[in-house]
């Protein structure tokens, strides 16, 4: 009786730490939502899909985010829509070559990544000569 005894007050236990876990106040909800438009960008780094991708890796990377995978499609005239999985949660972008443009957004979890290098890589590959952004505080 005092072996099931043990099992059933452990398996109580549990129960209960997971219960105060999951009503845990000190995690917080917050993310970081960064949207671009880039425009007038050079026709060949949107046309080479393979350093496009490498340039864009490399901004994620450069953020601070982790990446978990990719997929991406291609439509006629060399437009990309790329996807990346990220640990802190996603990064894509959509190009449109016929317009020398292409949109990007990096949506990150927490506080430990940041846009402004994402910005930075992409505005010097891309050469783009006019840029939009924004930045959305999610929480």
């Known amino acids: 009786m005092g072996f099931k005894r043990n099992i059933m007050l452990t398996m109580l236990i549990f129960c209960a730490q997971a219960i105060v876990a999951d009503n845990d106040d000190s995690y917080e909800f917050y993310g970081r939502h960064f949207i671009a438009s880039y ?26 985010a982790t ?13 990309l829509t790329a996807s990346f999985l990220l640990s802190e949660s996603h990064a894509t972008i959509h190009t449109y070559p016929e317009h020398c443009a292409c949109f990007v957004d990096l949506f990150t979890c927490g506080h430990t990544c940041s846009h402004e290098q994402f910005d930075k890589i992409l505005t010097e590959y891309l050469q783009a000569k006019k840029v939009t952004s924004e930045l959305c505080i999610r929480n």
């Open 39 to 64: 425009r007038e960008c050079d026709a060949q780094a949107l046309e080479d899909i393979t350093s496009l991708l490498e340039a864009f890796a490399q901004a994620v990377r450069a953020s601070g």
């Open 67 to 79: 990446i978990l995978s990719v997929d991406k499609a291609l439509f006629p005239g060399n437009g």
